[in-house]
Nanobody, 130 residues
Framework: QVQLVESGGGLVQPGGSLRLSCAAS????????IGWFRQAPGKEREGVSC????????YYADSVKGRFTMSPDNAKNTVYLQMNSLKPEDTAVYYC???????????????????????WGQGTQVTVSS
C-alpha cells in the first residue's frame, strides 16, 4: 500500500526555519518523481519543489528559490524540505506527492506543477506569523 506521511509543520516567526519530512512506504522513492506542494486558504495548490527520478535533479518554484532546499534520504525512504527565511506568504498546508509517470519538471519551462502526481500525503500546516 502506497503511503506518504508528512510531518514537521508548525508555527514559526517570519525569518525563521522549519524542516518538513515526507516518509514513504509501500514503494521505493528512488524510482518515482516526488514533489512538495502547498495550498493556502482560498488559493489553488501550487508547486514548491520536486526531484526528478530520471537524473536526481531538483527544481524549485521561483518564490522559494534560495530559501528552500529539498533533499532525499534514500536509506530512510524519506524526503525533506528545509525552509529558511520564512515569510508570511509561505503560510499554507504543505503536501508531498509522488508520480508514476514523469512529472518533474513539467512543461517547456521546467516548472513544478501539481500535475500527474498519483499519491498524496495528508498535508502538514505551516503558519508564518509574528
Amino acid at each position: 500500500q502506497v503511503q506518504l506521511v508528512e510531518s514537521g509543520g508548525g508555527l514559526v516567526q517570519p525569518g525563521g526555519s522549519l524542516r518538513l519530512s515526507c516518509a514513504a512506504s509501500g514503494f521505493n522513492l528512488d524510482y518515482y518523481d516526488i514533489g512538495w506542494f502547498r495550498q493556502a486558504p482560498g488559493k489553488e495548490r501550487e508547486g514548491v519543489s520536486c526531484i526528478s527520478s530520471n537524473d536526481g535533479s531538483t527544481y524549485y518554484a521561483d518564490s522559494v528559490k534560495g530559501r528552500f532546499t529539498m533533499s532525499p534520504d534514500n536509506a530512510k525512504n524519506t524526503v525533506y524540505l528545509q525552509m529558511n527565511s520564512l515569510k508570511p506568504e509561505d503560510t499554507a498546508v504543505y503536501y508531498c506527492a509522488t508520480a508514476t509517470i514523469q512529472s518533474c519538471p513539467s512543461g517547456s519551462y521546467h516548472e513544478v506543477l501539481p500535475i500527474g502526481y498519483d499519491y498524496w500525503g495528508q498535508g502538514t500546516q505551516v503558519t508564518v506569523s509574528s
